[in-house]
T-cell receptor
Framework: GAVVSQHPSWVICKSGTSVKIECRSL??????MFWYRQFPKQSLMLMAT?????????EQGVEKDKFLINHASLTLSTLTVTSAHPEDSSFYIC??????????FGQGTRLTVV | DAKTTQPTSMDCAEGRAANLPCNHS???????VYWYRQIHSQGPQYIIH???NNETNEMASLIITEDRKSSTLILPHATLRDTAVYYC????????????FGPGTRLSVLP
């Protein structure tokens, strides 16, 4: 199947700093990518939908000024957690769909804010 | 998207078939049944999907009842590496929309 790659796989940062997570579709073009967050022992929750060349659409309760999403090309979307705090510690996962095929997910990024 | 109901957890002996049920009694005619799984600390992995016919691939088989109100994912010879949370998702096949994940079924394959 298609490959979606996330980087980094894990990151530890100090409270108050910003962290950028990259999501790349390696062998296909993705006009739409999705960002999820998963807390321990919980299921994935959609944060936002990232559209190439336009503003992201955020789910209710997700602060767009805190979670900056940029989808500058058909193969790359980035999620920046600004002024991170310990409560932002979570597993962040991106997804992309190939037109006419199924959704593929990145391997996830574990963020720990200390 | 139609709601799905799955058991919270299941055990299966290594080498035996794992049968994971999913109820989706409110499924509509244009909604597909998708199965994904998530191994600990990894992103979800696509397994299989179907509309009304039974489907089989190298990973699993999907059996959908004639009324489409329920389905079963079958892993024919479960291995320890199949231990994961399995998600049954029902939705239209629109590539511009996300997948909504429920709690899934935690399958433990036991030696």
């Amino acid at each position: 199947g298609a490959v979606v790659s996330q980087h980094p796989s894990w990151v530890i940062c100090k409270s108050g700093t910003s962290v950028k997570i990259e999501c790349r579709s390696l062998d296909f073009q993705a006009t739409t990518m999705f960002w999820y967050r998963q807390f321990p022992k919980q299921s994935l929750m959609l944060m936002a939908t990232s559209n190439e060349g336009s503003k992201a659409t955020y789910e209710q309760g997700v602060e767009k000024d805190k979670f900056l999403i940029n989808h500058a090309s058909l193969t790359l979307s980035t999620l920046t957690v600004t002024s991170a705090h310990p409560e932002d510690s979570s597993f962040y996962i991106c997804s992309a769909r190939v037109k006419g095929a199924e959704a593929f997910f990145g391997q996830g990024t574990r963020l720990t804010v200390v | 998207d139609a709601k799905t109901t799955q058991p919270t957890s299941m055990d299966c002996a290594e080498g035996r078939a794992a049968n994971l049920p999913c109820n989706h009694s409110t499924i509509s005619g244009n909604e597909y049944v998708y199965w994904y799984r998530q191994i600990h600390s990894q992103g979800p992995q696509y397994i299989i999907h179907g509309l009304k016919n039974n489907e089989t691939n190298e990973m699993a088989s999907l059996i959908i009842t004639e009324d489409r109100k329920s389905s079963t994912l079958i892993l024919p010879h479960a291995t320890l590496r199949d231990t994961a949370v399995y998600y049954c998702i029902v939705r239209v096949r629109n590539y511009g929309q996300n997948f909504v994940f429920g709690p899934g079924t935690r399958l433990s394959v036991l030696p």
